[in-house]
């Protein structure tokens, strides 16, 4: 059957579709090795290299495999049909065979180009950043590491593949985050990172059992052809009975959800700040994050099937989006409050898949990496000048200090909040009107909480540009020599934010025709929307009022910003903490709406509680210790004390002990003798 769907594969799509090119293979393995080869030189000749040659080495790998994806990447705006490279097989057991297939199609080298562009800009940014740190050649291998598992995760041709890149991805994070390892603060949120992301681990498990049991493959394209045959499946779990499509879609999406931090599952997001700001960068702008949106949009296939799933992803995904930007506005932390916006920004890709627009999702995909990895590297600049103080109400009156990084926090900023005509503003809104365009209650809804929350993107933005750079300077806890080192960009940071702010500015409007343009053609195969969820073009037709309401919200939050911290900077203590009502919002919204609490109380808690009870206290210290070591030493005692009766130095009771002996061994030869 496998060999019949690849025929009419190759009919129904061409039949160049799958073949192995010479200069394909050749970028591609430029594109996929090239970080690897970076990791191994700096991970194990890092002792013997000087730091010009570990960052040498870093850019230099990153700088040919970006130049490799681009070259993958550009066939494709001429529509050129996408390549599969089948290596030879990876695991043979009987029947079940899994092998190095790599996918090359549209999606995949769409995302190889994100990657690689701003993993350059990264690695460029931290050789100055971390030069003065002992270990940089080690971190400059892990930020390779890093890219490197990313990589295998979007050119993965099966779902195995794909998990291993997955996995590599979650394992480099931890390196990256607990690279301070004598920090405490990094250990546990390292921990707290790779504990969560094993929901969403395990959940992608599952569905590939799934998909093995029941469709026998593990492959995408063949996935995609077989499900159509088994749309009326069911499966049992626990006794219950549900949809096959749905459950496999739902575990899928449950791992895209912990991967990408959407609500519930978003407590790592934070936390993983403690890492240095170049990893927070990466993660949170083209690599780890954006691993759920991509696994979403390369499942697309399952998720039409099923408008459960596609309403449960437009839901949590305008919740997450809301979530985000509340949690962001009262936040004191430089790199937090970037961080809820990356939460934020993540459940607007999510309510674009879920409004079956996943052209849509990747467009704000690339125009978002661009934008925030601008804002963290901005924010990385600002805490180095200022000897790692990260708490905004302690600075200000940098612009006169910092107007060049000023500049790059504005533009990146205004890109975040939709300002007309920044990459922000093309793919931000488009994301609410096609929530609007679904026409459903899950619809409305999801286009509500987005608009809402672009409101209140437009607020902590300017808040935080006020608090940082605009309001007079509060630098009372910093001594005079770190005053006097207060510096603006150096050249290397200069020339790593300059094309993200190019990007930021500019990306949008050149890439949104063949993204998201009427008619493109550019994404080929490689999504797939079925006819009665399409309403994309139904967007194109909306009424201005719809169309310009994102715009009319951040307005609105811009000059409220202004108002509140430029007109009325005076009265904000007594409109905080006076006003008991506001008070207590701004506890609530400062505590993260309380999910780390309820998580600790309800769940860690007695997790920890029954762990000590029944497993440490009764079974590990009970059970094992009395069967076992204790149990052990203290029966060899009693058997010693009973044995030692024997021993009471009588000649006479020696020999008749020796005679007994002797006749039962006797005994024993003749019963075996005689029984023979």
């Avoid at 999910?595 to 094992?624: C, Q, S, T």
């Avoid at 002996?661 to 019963?671: C, Q, R």
Wanted: charged share 10%.
């Amino acid at each position: 059957m496998v060999t019949e769907l690849y025929v009419v594969f190759q009919e129904t799509w061409g039949p160049a579709i799958i073949e192995t090119v010479f200069h394909s293979k050749v970028f591609f393995l430029l594109s996929v090795l090239s970080p690897l080869l970076g990791f191994l030189i700096n991970f194990f000749g890092s002792s013997k290299l000087t730091k010009f040659q570990s960052g040498a080495i870093a850019v230099g790998f990153l700088l040919l495999s970006c130049y490799g994806s681009y070259m993958l990447f550009l066939p494709f705006l001429s529509g050129e049909p996408f390549t599969i490279l089948e290596r030879s097989k990876w695991v043979t057991y009987y029947l079940f065979t899994v092998n190095w297939t790599f996918l090359l199609d549209p999606l995949s080298t769409f995302m190889l180009v994100v990657i690689t562009t701003v993993s350059l800009c990264v690695h460029f940014y931290s050789y100055e950043y971390m030069y003065s740190d002992p270990n940089l050649g080690r971190f400059l291998a892990f930020l390779n590491l890093f890219t490197f598992f990313m990589i295998m995760l979007v050119v993965a041709g099966n779902l195995v593949q794909l998990f291993v890149g997955w996995e590599g991805v979650g394992l480099s994070s931890y390196l990256l985050i607990n690279f301070w390892h004598t920090r405490l603060e990094a250990n546990k949120s390292a921990l707290k990172a790779i504990i969560m992301n094993r929901i969403g681990d395990c959940s992608l498990l599952v569905a590939i059992f799934i998909a093995y049991w029941y469709y026998g493959t593990f492959d995408f394209i063949l996935l995609s052809q077989l499900l159509s045959f088994l749309l009326n499946y069911s499966i049992v779990i626990f006794g219950f009975k549900f949809d096959l499509i749905t459950s496999f879609g739902f575990f899928i999406l449950i791992g895209a959800f912990a991967k990408s931090a959407q609500l519930g599952l978003h407590t790592w997001l934070p936390d993983a700040m403690e890492g240095p700001t170049p990893v927070s960068a990466l993660l949170h702008a083209a690599t780890m994050v954006t691993a759920g949106v991509y696994l979403v949009t390369r499942f697309s296939f399952v998720l039409e099937y099923s408008p459960l799933l596609l309403n449960f992803c437009l839901v949590f995904g305008s919740l997450t989006a809301f979530f985000g930007s509340t949690v962001a506005l009262v936040q004191v932390d430089l790199k937090k409050v970037i961080a809820f916006s990356t939460c934020s920004q993540l459940g607007y890709m999510f309510a674009a898949c879920g409004a079956s627009a996943y052209n849509v999702a990747m467009y704000h995909l690339m125009t978002h990496a661009t934008f925030k990895a601008l804002l963290f590297l901005g924010a990385g600049a600002i805490i180095h000048s200022l000897n790692n103080e990260q708490d905004i109400r302690r600075m200000g009156g940098l612009i006169n200090f910092m107007p060049l990084t000023f500049i790059f926090m504005l533009i990146g900023f205004l890109s975040l909040m939709g300002f007309p005509f920044l990459s922000g503003f093309y793919s931000k809104d488009l994301i609410l009107e096609v929530c609007f365009a679904k026409g459903s209650v899950y619809g409305l809804f999801a286009f509500w909480f987005c608009l809402i929350s672009a409101g209140l993107t437009a607020f902590y933005s300017f808040r935080t540009l006020f608090y940082v750079f605009l309001t007079k300077p509060n630098f009372t806890n910093f001594w005079r020599h770190n005053l006097m080192n207060i510096h603006d960009l150096s050249f290397h940071m200069f020339l790593s934010l300059l094309p993200l702010a190019l990007g930021s500015i500019v990306l949008g409007f050149f890439i949104k025709d063949f993204t998201v343009g009427m008619g493109t053609s550019f994404w080929q195969n490689s999504i797939f929307f079925l006819g009665p969820n399409l309403t994309f073009h139904d967007a194109e037709f909306l009424p201005v009022k719809v169309k310009l309401a994102a715009t009319f919200a951040a307005t609105f939050g811009f000059w409220f910003a202004c108002w509140l911290y430029y007109y009325k900077s005076k009265d904000l203590y007594r409109i905080s903490f006076k006003n008991i009502y506001v008070g207590t919002i701004i506890h609530f919204l400062s505590r993260k709406w309380c999910f780390d609490v309820l998580y600790n109380k309800f769940i860690v808690a007695k997790i920890l509680n029954r762990a000590y009870v029944n497993i440490f206290r009764d079974l590990d210290r009970g059970l094992f210790e009395y069967y076992g070591p204790f149990g052990g030493m203290f029966r060899v005692g009693l058997i010693s004390q009973f044995v030692s009766h024997f021993q009471n130095s009588r000649l006479s009771y020696y020999g008749f002990m020796g005679i007994v002996s002797i006749i039962v061994l006797f005994g024993f030869i003749l019963h075996f003798i005689l029984g023979g």
